[in-house]
């Protein structure tokens, strides 16, 4: 009877560490698929994927430079796609140092290099995400994307926030 609740015991334990790494795997996958699409701002060569499913209700004009606003059918998430030129031929890093509007003790995520800076906070429940890339050539433009979704999702939002950073992209010939 022991040699057999010892069979069954170690059966249990290989079977739940079997469903303990499928369930890592499934949450290591992007949840649900989306119908990805191509968003372009012709005039400054700006092209960004993002999950048309997700981002539904296109709020106008984006409150910075030229682009769209866009939101979730619940408007809980908010998504602005944007460019703008670079007129004072700001770096990644001064345009941060000349731009942001909190301290930077109050990000959570800061990446600075040559091409693009990236950056999180949380306040008041909202997690705030933006994304800008820098044209390599002379004063050429930013292009960038704003993104605030509810806090308590941030588990959800983090491949589709990975996914539209790494699209943020110029386009072949643009500024």
């Not at 960004?48 to 939101?71: A, H, I, N, Q």
């Amino acid at each position: 009877m022991r040699a057999l609740f010892g069979h069954a015991t170690g059966t249990m334990l290989v079977a739940l560490s079997l469903l303990a790494g499928a369930d890592a795997r499934a949450a290591a996958q992007p949840s649900p698929a989306f119908d990805w699409q191509t968003f372009v701002i012709p005039d400054f060569g700006t092209r960004l994927e993002y999950p048309t499913g997700l981002f539904e209700v296109f709020d106008g004009e984006s409150e910075k430079g030229f682009g769209e606003r866009c939101s979730t059918a619940d408007g809980l998430a908010f998504l602005s796609i944007y460019s703008r030129p670079n007129e004072a031929a700001d770096t990644p890093g001064s345009c941060l140092k000349n731009n942001l509007r909190v301290a930077r003790a109050a990000l959570e995520y800061e990446r600075v290099t040559r091409s693009f800076f990236a950056i999180s906070s949380t306040r008041e429940g909202l997690v705030y995400y933006s994304r800008c890339n820098f044209s390599s050539v002379g004063a050429g433009a930013m292009h960038c994307f704003d993104l605030i979704y509810p806090q308590r999702e941030e588990r959800a939002w983090d491949a589709i926030v990975t996914r539209i950073s790494r699209s943020l992209r110029p386009l072949a010939g643009g500024r």
